[in-house]
Structures are given as structure tokens and as C-alpha cells.
């Protein structure tokens, strides 16, 4: 039932890693230093993106939330940091844990409800979170809080930056857009589509459909809360700015125009949407409404996401 | 002892009683009609029996497990499957990955992530055993929603098949058919009748004397009469309220 994707289809993730592999090691000799730094955070974006897709795209439920757990990943190593931990590894792994139970906490409540209601209790919790953080003066505050030492890899790499950083970031990226791309053809994404497209017949088919909605929603949470350890690294800095509602909504905009529900749709997304916003800020201060008019374009010539111009030509999905 | 045991249902939306205090009880191997007119709650009965409407009041047991308490999967998981009176099939997917994702419901977790389920080949041959059941072996690519009519009629019972229920709940499986596919659907579920008792909802009422062992009548959410073919085609208030109006139609 699964057609056999073409060779093309095969070698371009491939490519494209390697591409990107290779990127921080050519960049000095073509003068693009900046744009190591510029990818990195793409690919931490794409993350972030990619556990939404998951939750919005493939089981059909519209959070507007997940900046809040990209916040809680953030927050999970700046208070590791105030304690004195120093590895990165470790503030990672403790980022996904304290995430998770984030969601879990959240999720069960949310996934009471359905639809804009959902929408609107996600964001909910979210903007609880946002103000929390602002409310936590030993982390900032506001003003947010600086890790002034990156935090420390081990195994002879050094401190969790530069080029290392942005590899470790790739790994994550790519080890995600290949777990994901098992787990659409696994019996759990299977499964979870059959939710989305039609709740009552699973659960009449005797599926548990709150269980299979609540593991899909922490695992959505801890992903999103890797990016925020990853982002606090990666800007060295975290503030109750990233867990914004408006942070949320960025990243529905990411999904949507890249491809709901399809592999490549999340990266996709985030690089078409960084890529304009760096693009217009060169050429003007008003940058928002040129890619408002690009966005609108965007959604007319590709209303199904640009990652549908690549995938099933002249097949309805 | 009978296979299903219904006591006492009872169900209101705000001051409208739905179902009001029915009792019903399902033999093994029987298969039992429900009729009414339109509005007489038995698609609600149907949806308490199988718990996506919660009960009011009342009890519920399939061969001696108690179902009261249990939400609908667990019900499923004990032998109690449904049809839906609008076809519910995944109308975007081809129907064998229908017949798929009906398999693995009953074929142990469906939290596995990491192993592909097109390597099952377990799982394939069951949903291609249902296919052959319902007589869809030979449209397994086409997708669900481009099936003609009779088809997804037939693809909504395979669906509630792959559960291996002890009792098959049947919603007018007929509503909207012609002549033909009402045939086969007839004679679909004649050979059902070997394998699990059938609760049946249905207006055709030739189908129904022609299937049922056992009749019970609802109106206005009540249990007006429940006995043999026989018995429910002479009953005169059953004759005023349903049949007679069917006749003078």
C-alpha cells in the first residue's frame, strides 16, 4: 500500500545531511561564518516544529502550546546552571524528563477537550508558564538569564558551542526526522492517524484512544523541551520571551506552510520561514508585511504545505 | 444463561427521555432485532450499550463480565463491537489499510513505533481474511471514500468484525441500499449468524423477518414488545405503532 519511494526521494535526506554536515567545516573559506550560527538555530527550530507537526499534523491535535514546554527544556538548564551542573548532556536529558512531566500534567487536563477548545487550553497553560518564568526573579525574571560558560560535553569536545554545538544540533535533527519517519509506518502512527481522521470508529474499534492521545502528547512535550535546552545553548541565554504565545503560533505558521502531517514538512517550514524573515530584515525594517504577502502567497500556490509539491504528484491524499 | 444482559437502561437529554428503563437480554447465537419508528431511541440504545453515550442509570453484562463501568474500548476488548448507521470507515485510506488498522486493534499494542507494520505479514493475512468475509478482497487498493455505497456498508462490518465480538452490534445496515446490495447484505449477515450473536437495528422489515429470531420494538424510548417473529407480526399495538404505518406507506 506504501509505494516505494522513487531513488531521488532515497538520497536527498542523505545529501542533505551531508550537506549540512559539511557546512561548519567550508563556511570560513566562503566567508559564512554567521550563517553556522544561522543554521544551528534553523535546526533547533525544526525541532521544535517537528514535535508540533507530530501532535498537529499527524494526530490531529491543535496545540498552542508548545512554546511553553520549548520554555520549561530552557528553564530545566538554566536551573541546573544556578546549581552549579555543568554537563550538557545531563541538563539535555533532565530538559526531557522535567518536560515530559510537564505534559504529562498538562496533557491529562488538555486532552479532556477537543477541537478550539484544546487550542485554547494549551494556550492556556502555556501563558501560565510565560508568566511564571517572569515571575522567577533567582532566574531573571524578565530580564531572563545568561549561562555566561557553555555547559560542558565531555569525551575531549569541549563546551557545548561553536561548531560542535551545531553538530550535536544536526544529530538531534536528523535522528528525529528518522524516528518519525519509522513511527508514521509503525502500528503507533498508524494509529494515531486513525484518530485523527475519525476518533469514534477507533474507539469503537477498541483502540485506547485517550492512552495512544496522551503518549503522543507528552512525547510532542519532551521533544519540544530538547529544543529549548538546545535553544538556551544555542543563544546562550533564555528569557520568558521564547515561551511567548506568539512563539506557539510562529511555529503553527512553520508547520502549515511547510506541510501538515508530512515528513518534510517541518523543516521545510522552518527554512523557508528563517530564511524570509533573514532575508526581508536586509532589505528593510518593515519586514512583516512583505512576508505577510509572502505567506499569503505561500498558502494559496501550496494549501496543502510545500512539502506537498514534493510527495504523491497528482495523488490526493 | 443469555450471552448480553441489558437492565434497566435508562437515558435523558435534559427533559427528553431517550431510553427509558429498557431491559433486554441476547442468546447465544441469537440473532435479535430492534425496531421503532424514527426517534424511538434505538441508535442511543445502541450508543449506551456500547458506551459512547454514557448511562444514566442501569446495567450492562456480555457473557458474565460486567460492562457498566467500562469505557468503550474495553467493552470492545470483551467481545462488543459496532457498525455505525452513517458509514464510519477512514475515508481517506486505501481499504485494506482499513482492514489494517481494524486488525491491529485486537493484535496485541498499537505503541509499537520503531518496527514497520507492513513487515507483519500476521496482521495482513487477517485484514485479507476480512476481506474475503465481507466479499472485498477484490477492491483492497481502492481508497475507502471512492467506494460505492454498498461497499462502504460492507467495509464499516468487516471493521466491526476484526474485534472477533461475541455480540455484533448492527445499526441499519441496510439504510440506503438498493435491491441488490441489500441481497448481499442479507446474506452477509446470514453468514455472520454462525459466528457471533447480532443485536440488529433495521426498518427493511423484510430483512428482518428474514434474519431475526427474536424481535423487540421501541417507541418513544420504551420497550413496547420483545418475542418471536410470530409473536411481534400479530401483536396489535405493535401492528398500530410500526407495522401499520409501514403497510399503509
Redesign the interface.
Known sequence: ??PTPSRAARIVPWALLLALALFPLVAPSLDLDYYVGFVRHGLIVTIAATSLNFILGYGGMAALGQAGFIGVGAYTVVALVEAGFTSAWGAWMAAVVVTAAFAAAIGAVSLRTRGVYFLMITLAFSQMLYHLAVSLRIWGGDDGYGLHAPLELGMGLGGAQGRVLYWVVLAVAALLFAFLN??A???????LR?IR??E??????????YR?KF?AFIAAGAVAGLAGALLACHHRFASPSMMHWTESATLLVIVVIGGLGRRWGAPLGAAVWLTLTEVLKLYTDYWHWPLGLLLILIVFLAPKGMAAWFDGRGKT? | MSLFVAENLFKHFGGLVAVDHVSLAVEPGETHALIGPNGAGKTTLLNLI?G?LPLDAGRLALDGVDLTAL???RR??HGL??C?QIT???????V??NL???A???AG??????????AESALRDRALALARKVGLDEVL?RTAGALPHGDQRKLDVA??L??QPKLLLLDEPLAGMGPEDSAQMVALIQRLRAETAILLIEHDMDAVFQLADRISVLDYGRLLASGDVAYIRDHPEVQAVYLGTEAAA
Request: hydrophobic share 45%; net charge positive.
Open positions: 500500500m506504501n519509522r513511527l509506518v509503525s502500528r503507533f502512527g498508524y494509529a486513525g481522521d475519525n469514534t470508529r477507533m474507539e469503537a474499534l477498541g483502540y485506547p484512544v495512544i503518549t491524499a | 456500547s459512547l469505557p468503550p474500548h470492545v476488548r463491537s459496532r455505525f464510519s470507515v477512514f475515508a481517506n485510506d486505501p485494506f489499510d489494517l488498522l481494524a491491529q486493534a485486537r499494542s498499537s505503541f509499537h513505533c520503531l518496527r514497520r507494520r507492513a487498493d471493521l466491526a476484526a474485534a
